[in-house]
C-alpha cells in the first residue's frame, strides 16, 4: 500500500504510524507550545505501561538505524511541519538529543 499525506492519522497500523503521530501532537507547528515540555515529562518517566511511548521510542530508533521501508519521503517534516531541517537525518538526532540526553542515539550498523 502507498500511503501519501497525513496517512498515519487514517492509518494507525502503518509504517511509523506512532511516531509520526507524536511527532505531529508535541512538534507540529500548530500544536500547543507547551507539548514538547510535555513530551520530555513524558519520556523522563519511562513507564513500562504507557504502550504509546514504547513504541514511539522503538519506531524512533528503527529510523536512526536507517530503517526506513514504508515511510515517505515527506512524511517527517509534515508530521513536525518542520521547514528548518535540512535532512530529516539532522531533524532525528536532534529530536533524540532533546528526549534522550543520556542515551546514545542508534545508528546504522
Known sequence: MTYSGE???K???APFATFLAVVQTHLHSEADPDN???LKRR????????????????EFSQLLRGDREGLPRDALSLAADGDD????DKFLAWLWQQLYPGE?????G
Open 11 to 13: 492509518h494507525p497500523d
Open 7 to 9: 496517512y498515519w492519522l
Open 36 to 38: 514538547f515540555s510535555a
Open 43 to 58: 519520556v523522563q518517566a519511562d513507564r513500562p505501561d504507557d504502550v504509546e511511548l514504547q513504541t514511539f521510542k522503538e
Open 104 to 108: 546514545p542515539a542508534p545508528s546504522r
Open 85 to 88: 531541517w535540512n535532512t530529516d
